[in-house]
């Protein structure tokens, strides 16, 4: 891929102003910063996050307990069957105390179907009654119920700790390198156009890692045998975006708990139907920041869509159509990117709220000179990241598999 030289993006770094003889090391961070900001493709839309302190770092996640749960409940309308759990730490008993009042969240009866619990919650069982105005009709299906209220007693002694455990998650580091060697007789040219070639040639090579960086943050996939991810600890790789999402466990097994397989065209309801099972997840909460990531051949799809509703007025000298806003039938507008190396069979909804970009401490983006040889001088530039992606079980969401 081509790349204009300009370093007018460079004018406030270090770089321009300081000796670069004089120096071994310089710091070039801001140089790949000012690079990833300008990016309009989805390298823009990460931050970078805070420092990691080992070649694998780790990161918590914590997360709320759960308001639903899926019951059964009898012809007599005294037991009510719990199906699912609502975690490993927090009982149902816990969450579902005496008193509580809950409804299916999908009602088959009528507006008042309340269930008021009346006794102690077992694990998978609870007796209940028909509450206020209620009048109990048998239901045979399996719902989803919510947890309306848990109301509370003055006298009543304070409540179990229901307190979930912590999620640990994990990634690798990941170094990124290139080379910048000069003559010293070509140093001392002047050259039309490039006033230092120093500066020049980390302008180029910032862009190459950019790109490179680019595509790992994607498509990356950490090293592993066939049943672990282990590092190679010489040769590091990180898991991307689309790893993490299909392997939230880093267990080397696909869970694709929110992988939509397509098998078909990119449509309007394949969009909708993904945000939607992120909305159930968890996700799209009051604090995502969510965008579309597609490459130029789903771009395409997106901004053909509808077209034939659209009108023109007399008059415009522009043709074509492109969209960079999908709206959801939820109402959340999802910002459309188009990233260059994204596969072109998928489709990625990512919050942009809780992923970013970690820098190894001390080895952000740096130059650094290496021993001359002769009358030829070399530089390298180099920097280890990692990418922190948070809660890929949840709140973010893939189509694949897209013709």
């Not at 008993?93 to 009528?110: E, H, Q, S, T, Y």
């Not at 672990?228 to 880093?250: C, V």
């Not at 809780?354 to 820098?359: F, G, K, M, N, Y």
């Not at 920097?383 to 897209?402: F, K, M, R, V």
Request: hydrophobic share 40%; charged share 25%.
């Amino acid at each position: 891929m081509a790349m204009t030289p300009s370093t007018g993006w460079m004018t406030a770094n270090a770089v321009v102003s300081a000796d670069l003889t004089k120096l071994d090391k310089l710091d070039c961070s801001d140089v790949l910063k000012a690079v990833l900001m300008a990016d309009r493709e989805l390298l823009g839309h990460i931050k970078m996050g805070p420092t990691a302190n080992n070649t694998e770092f780790t990161w918590i996640e914590d997360s709320l307990n759960p308001c639903t749960f899926e019951a059964l409940m009898d012809d007599t309308s005294t037991t009510m069957t719990i199906i699912t759990t609502f975690s490993a730490t927090a009982s149902v008993a816990n969450m579902i105390r005496d008193g509580a009042i809950v409804a299916p969240l999908d009602n088959p009866v009528n507006a008042d179907f309340l269930i008021k619990i009346t006794s102690a919650v077992a694990a998978t069982e609870a007796v209940a009654a028909a509450y206020g105005g209620t009048t109990w009709t048998s239901v045979t299906a399996t719902l989803t119920w919510m947890v309306v209220a848990q109301p509370y007693k003055d006298t009543d002694d304070a409540s179990n700790d229901i307190s979930l455990g912590r999620t640990q998650r994990r990634n690798f580091m990941q170094v990124f390198e290139r080379a910048i060697g000069i003559d010293q007789t070509r140093k001392n040219i002047s050259m039309l156009a490039v006033t230092d070639e120093l500066q020049h040639q980390i302008k180029l090579r910032t862009l190459e890692i950019k790109r490179e960086l680019d595509l790992s943050v994607i498509a990356g996939i950490a090293y592993h045998n066939a049943t672990n991810y282990t590092a190679d600890y010489n040769l590091r790789t990180m898991m991307g975006i689309i790893s993490l999402i299909r392997d939230p466990n880093f267990d080397t097994t696909r869970e694709d708990t929110m992988v939509n397989d397509i098998d078909g065209a990119l449509t309007i309801a394949v969009i909708n139907d993904l945000a939607y099972k992120i909305f159930e997840a968890g996700g799209l909460d009051e604090s995502s920041d969510p965008i579309i990531v597609v490459g130029p051949a789903q771009q395409r799809i997106i901004a053909a869509m509808e077209k034939d509703i659209r009108r023109t007025e007399q008059g415009e000298r522009q043709v074509g159509y492109y969209r960079d806003v999908f709206l959801s039938d939820m109402g959340r507008e999802f910002p459309v990117v188009m990233d260059r190396w994204f596969p072109s069979d998928k489709l990625l909804i990512l919050d942009r709220s809780r992923v970013v970009l970690r820098p190894l401490r001390g080895d952000a983006w740096h130059l650094e000179k290496m021993a001359k040889t002769g009358r030829h001088e070399k530089w390298q530039l180099s920097g280890q990241y990692g990418l922190e992606l948070h809660n890929p079980d949840a709140c973010h969401g893939l189509a694949i598999d897209l013709s």
